[in-house]
């Protein structure tokens, strides 16, 4: 026991070593972030797009999502599932996300099959075929998502209400998966002119971490990248401002198949690059952190009317939300739900937490920011958060420290800002009700 306590209290003094970044940006408006790591044979490559479920034109939300599937359609060089053939069957992967900022394509590979993924990368960003069958194929794999996603599971309507509802005015309120009947209205020139204003070079960042020569790199990056024209015209930038939450808001909302009752109650988070950021990381962490935090501690262990209780940050860059989120036990009830959290929360507001809680959270998020560093793939994650979240790359390297220096007093201080009975929204989920004269 005594050399436990000893490896926590070295953890949470950690001085990090930064991570070596080199930044430089092309004529054409690509920046390109590189991290040198000789030390295992593999690659990660990461390509950063400013575009997100945010910027979904108008009645036609969910269009990034579909970009995120359409990319890995064929271009004008490489036919379709191209880019599995070059990474799957050298023994790496490749994905993608859309967020409701970004959207990300990234691939692992051994390092000696970096060239071949650069020219991927740079044919796909501005040769891809938007074509009728492509288009058709891959809006109904995002309608799909969207009915096992959102229709199909108890709580997923839910989840999906956290921003529909919440939002007043910003297209955050659209999330990212989109909807069926604006996926239907959708039309192949509508993503041809998406894919056209988004799909840039001076709307990326390049990523590119692990076992290269920076010279070698930067000579690929100028011959497949260096040779896209800047293009003409200005990038559309969303300009709605998300009116402050100065109510409370409350709904009634029911679902088909819901087993037990569940409780939402949303607030309006800071901007991602605030400086409460970590201090919220580190309440939600003491909340809603595993079995041992406070709402799994009195929700479910003890009152027994919840089989979940969480507290969900989503911190985007415009602002985001957050959640807690009660999923009911056969004890549970939309309004105990609520009142359990609710007397949680003024708990840590009047009386703040103990150094044990706040030593154990911070050694947690501390340990997962060092455990993301031991891969290539791990860094250039943290790399593009850095880049989307706080606009600048290097700001990796200050995570820990920003952790380390959060205070009793700071959580306290951020429970009682931004968690306030005139900003949330409270959503009660329940079973429908059979129709009248169902049998």
Known sequence: ???????????AQLNVPPINIKERTLANGLRVVSVEDNSNPTVSIHVWYDVGGK??????????????HMMFKATKNMPNEKMDRLTEDVGGFNNASTWPDFTNYYEVVPSNYLEPLLWAESDRMVNLNVDEKNFASEREVVKEEYRQGVLAPPYGKLYWLLDDLTFQKHPYKRGVIGNLDELSAATRADAEAFYKTYYRPDNAVLIVVGDFEQKQLDAWVDKYFGRIPKP??????????EPEWTTERRFNETGPRVPFPATAVVYRAPRSNRADIPALRIAAAILSGGESSRLYQSLVRDQQIAQEADLDLEL???GGRISFIGIGSEKGT??????????????????GVTAKELEKAKNGLIADA????????????LIERAVAYQGDPKAVNSVVSRLQAVTANDVKRVMNQYFKNNNRVVIYYNQAKPAEGAK
């Open 232 to 241: 003409t015209g200005k990038i559309p930038r969303v300009t709605v401002t």
């Open 370 to 381: 060092i455990r993301g560093r031991e891969t290539n793939d791990g860094k250039a994650i």
């Open 316 to 318: 985007n860059t415009e």
């Open 1 to 11: 026991m005594v050399a436990m306590l000893a490896s926590t209290a070295v953890v």
């Open 334 to 351: 939309s309004e105990n739900l609520e009142k359990a959290w609710l007397a949680e929360l003024k708990k840590m507001q009047d009386g």
């Open 55 to 68: 910027n979904d034109p108008p009645g036609r939300s969910g269009f990034a999502h579909m970009f995120e």
